[in-house]
T-cell receptor
């Protein structure tokens, strides 16, 4: 079975500050891990994914995430927040053959001027 | 390239009515997934299809059914609608194993269903 836990349903940062959104997973098979962003009243957009290989993954809009197997974590970071980063962020896991995504509860990111 | 298309974008129905949601995957994608996202909730997997065959099933009520057609578009049929069915319904598509990148799902904009 697989599951995802996102620590913190709401995160607020100042513009220009570091963004850190936490994600821990549980999986009985080697996982594929994803971060999606959802803007209000819109669909889910893929930010980045980890499948195999390099554990530090770079995505769009300056985001990156590091897969840490020993900590079962896949935290999302961005060095400097921008107002346009305000959105809901979902971490998700699937098996290593793809297939259905299991999502975390989501983290709403607010960016203060 | 065009993304995943879902129609309608908004739908209002009465209790006990039926609804049909449509999904048109990205060209050359042969796998379709359906998810349900309740208000303030994370998306929950409903059902998926690969090459027109059901490939996996999640928490889809018996009142719902779905299929994938020969042109790879998919339809989610919902009957005896209940107030609790009000949600955002997403469709996602992914390439098949032959094309690689099969693990990446591309989401449509969703259909917002309101049951009154």
């Amino acid at each position: 079975a697989q599951s995802v836990t996102q620590l913190g349903s709401h995160v607020s940062v100042s513009e220009g500050a570091l963004v850190l959104l936490r994600c821990n997973y549980s999986s009985s098979v080697p996982p594929y891990l994803f971060w999606y962003v959802q803007y209000p009243n819109q669909g889910l957009q893929l930010l980045l994914k980890y499948t195999t290989g390099a554990t530090l993954v770079k995505g769009i809009n300056g985001f990156e995430a590091e897969f840490k197997k020993s900590e079962t974590s896949f935290h999302l970071t961005k060095p400097s927040a921008h107002m346009s980063d305000a959105a809901e962020y979902f971490c998700a896991v699937s098996g290593n053959q793809g297939g259905k995504l299991i999502f975390g509860q989501g983290t709403e990111l607010s960016v203060k001027p | 390239a065009a993304g995943v298309i879902q129609s309608p974008r908004h739908l209002i129905k009465e209790k006990r009515e039926t609804a049909t949601l449509k999904c048109y995957p990205i060209s050359r994608h042969d796998t379709v997934y359906w998810y349900q996202q309740g208000p303030g909730q994370d998306p929950q997997f409903l059902i998926s299809f690969y090459e027109k065959m059901q490939s996996d099933k999640g928490s889809i009520p018996d009142r719902f059914s779905a299929q994938q057609f020969s042109d790879y578009h998919s339809e989610l049929n919902m009957s005896s609608l209940e107030l609790g069915d009000s949600a955002l319904y997403f469709c996602a598509s992914s390439p098949g194993p032959r094309d690689g990148n099969q693990e990446t799902q591309y989401f449509g904009p969703g259909t917002r269903l309101l049951v009154l």
